[in-house]
């Protein structure tokens, strides 16, 4: 079956896939009737593959979009999204859409549930988080006919558009800078990244780049849960104890590495003549420590601003956005904790 792109997808589209009726199709779709379970996973298996989200909106207004940009980010626990958010809103403030949030917790198959229910009103754009969904979640963006823009990362081909920056090249920087500070005994400490893929990607441009100059990590934890703040502490004082020779500590994100300073701090350690340390995000809140942390700048507020631009120009245009991909590029700032030369 051809669909091609800027046709939505209707029933008959999972008639014609599945080989059901249009009226058993509508009543599967809408949990009604009698249809034997054979049927029924035939029709859901042809949607599924398809990207079908049946449409919510009742009756004249079915073919309207709804002013409402769907936000599905992996997480509000962090300092992260919330800044993403807020550069999301400042833009959109000024047109007539308004954004909806939809919180996932890194999980595929949540955020499958997620894009599926809000898809079901007919939003006029997607902005979504990361390169990386399931099978289903893909069709689903790639049918909704919207436009969609994933964010923080550019290490992957977008649906559509992507804004973000390179984390495989941050991780990379951040070696750099620390090797050539003249560090070689250095310790990671980070979140376990399976579902984490910026993380990982930062993990893996990080000790590529060590590589390349003969280093190899001394030492590496990751943990799961918790108040960061204590597990940077916690994590700092038992690689300190299994390796009291280390000279760096690099951290997926800057909370654990706060965490990290004050263990140090309080062991008389002294930062960075003894042992640098840097984190990741350059997050604000933290600027009143007794030390300012290195760290790289994700460039979250710009990313949200820019997303939200893009599906602004578009639904008010309709033109296709002229770059796919905006890349943004971290800063990094060495603070008092990684400059000892």
Partial sequence: MSNDDTRPLTLRDVSEASGVSEMTVSRVLRNRGDVSQATREKVLEAAKALGYVPNKIAGALASQRVNLVAVIIPSLRNMVFPEVMSGISAVLEE??????????????????????????????????????????????????????VEIMDTDGTPIDSAVGISHRRAGREMAKAILKQGYQRIGFMGTKMPLDHRARKRFEGFTEALAKEGVEIADQEFYSGGSALAKGRELTRAMLKRDPELDFLYYSNDMIAAGGMLELLDQGIDIPGQVGIAGFNGVELLQGLPRQLATMDACRTEIGTKAAQIIADRVAGGAE?????????????????????
């Fill in 95 to 148: 047109t007539d859409l308004q954004p909806v949030v939809g919180v996932t917790d890194y999980l595929p198959e949540k955020e499958e549930r997620v894009l599926y229910e809000m898809l079901s009103w007919r939003p006029s754009g997607v902005i979504i988080a990361g390169l990386e969904h399931s099978e289903a979640s893909k069709a689903m963006l790639k049918a909704s006919g919207i436009p969609v």
């Fill in 321 to 341: 956005a002229t770059e796919k991909v905006i890349e943004l590029t971290p800063k990094l700032s060495f603070g008092d904790t990684l400059k000892r030369r």
